[in-house]
C-alpha cells in the first residue's frame, strides 16, 4: 500500500505561483512512476505532469513550459512548481502513484483557485 498526501493548494491570482507538493509512504520502493493530475467538476482528471523514476517527465499539452515536475528520493516527495497560472488552472489536483504491480494510488486532492 501507498498513501500520498498533497499541500500546497490555495487562491492565487493570475500570473501567480504555487508549488504543490505530495507526501508519499508506505510501500515507497515500489513506486514507478508518479504524477499530478487535475479535475473540474463535469469533466474528466486530465494529466498535468509526470516522471518516472529515472527521472523522465513529461507534460500535458496546456502546461506550454509553466509547471515543472520534481521528485526528492530522499523525503518521498513529490512537487509541482506551477508559474504563470491562468484561470483555466483552477482545479482540484490530484497526486498518483503508479506501482509496480500496476496498481494506481491517489491523495485526497488539493484545490488550486485561480483569479482574474
Known amino acids: 500500500q501507498v498513501q500520498l498526501v498533497e499541500s500546497g493548494g490555495g487562491l492565487v491570482q493570475s500570473g501567480g505561483s504555487l508549488r504543490l507538493s505530495c507526501a508519499a509512504s508506505?510501500?515507497?520502493?515500489?513506486?514507478?512512476?508518479m504524477g499530478w493530475y487535475r479535475q473540474v467538476p463535469g469533466k474528466q482528471r486530465e494529466l498535468v505532469a509526470s516522471?518516472?523514476?529515472?527521472?523522465?517527465?513529461d507534460y500535458g499539452e496546456f502546461v506550454e513550459g509553466r509547471f515543472t515536475i520534481s521528485r526528492d528520493h530522499n523525503k518521498n516527495t513529490l512537487y509541482l512548481q506551477m508559474n504563470s497560472l491562468k484561470p483555466e488552472d483552477t482545479a482540484v489536483y490530484y497526486c498518483?502513484?503508479?506501482?509496480?504491480?500496476?496498481?494506481?494510488?491517489w491523495g485526497q486532492g488539493t484545490q488550486v483557485t485561480v483569479s482574474f
Open positions: 508506505g510501500n515507497v520502493f515500489s513506486i514507478d512512476v
Open positions: 516522471i518516472t523514476d529515472g527521472g523522465r517527465s
Open positions: 498518483n502513484a503508479y506501482t509496480n504491480y500496476a496498481r494506481d494510488y
